[in-house]
């Protein structure tokens, strides 16, 4: 039992990680409506914040593994991109750098802009995956069903997005002043 600090009370410690079994459900169950209540089961642990969430059937594992590796990458290519749009800056001379910097700053821009529509407001993406395992030492080992589960570790993920998100609009509105400034451009 633990006080909850707004109101006083003592409330039940709520469990830090969440096991979404293989099994359950009817026998008489279809497969399409059990991987539909395991898609609701994880979208209800997902919304309810563990800090741990262990996916023992395997299809839903690895869909949740690259729906995250596809945030991951757009999240990494976008400050990528323009990071390297402004590093080439001044490496590269005055009349070429644009030939550069405008196809890669606009790949990131769009990236982050697609991660921003997409990726943001699910739940999912502020989970990564524990690839070696090593916070599945934190759930009781009798509680497994599998040896083989994919565990999904929540992460602050607020400075990365800030980061990829200014990164971004600066590009964006450097780019935006070059081909003003170049081409002269009347709005």
């Known amino acids: ?7 006083g009370k003592t409330v039940p410690e709520r469990k830090s990680w969440y096991i979404l079994h293989k099994g359950g459900g009817l026998p008489t169950d279809k497969p399409r409506e059990k991987k539909d209540k395991f898609e609701r089961e994880l979208e209800v642990a997902l919304e309810r914040h563990y ?3 262990v996916i023992e ?3 839903l594992g690895d869909e949740v593994i690259r729906w995250i590796k596809t945030g991951n990458f757009l999240h990494k290519s976008s400050v990528l991109s323009c990071l390297s749009s402004f590093l080439f800056i001044p490496l590269l001379p005055k009349a070429y750098n ?3 910097i405008v196809p890669v700053g606009l790949y990131g ?4 802009l697609v991660y921003n529509l997409s990726w943001q407001f699910d739940p999912c993406c ?4 524990d690839w070696y395992g090593q916070e599945l030492m934190n759930v009781p080992s009798g509680e497994l069903t599998t040896t083989t589960p994919v565990v999904l570790v929540k992460r602050n993920d607020i400075y990365r997005k800030v980061l990829h998100s ?3 609009a600066t590009v ?3 780019i935006a002043w070059r081909l003003y400034k170049d081409f002269k451009i009347i709005y």
């Open 1 to 7: 039992m633990s006080t909850d600090t707004r109101s």
């Open 51 to 53: 800090d741990l969430i």
């Open 57 to 59: 059937p395997r299809y």
């Open 98 to 100: 644009m030939y550069f």
């Open 109 to 112: 821009v769009g990236s982050a």
């Open 126 to 129: 502020k989970y990564q995956v």
């Open 166 to 168: 200014l990164l971004a």
């Open 172 to 174: 964006g509105a450097y």
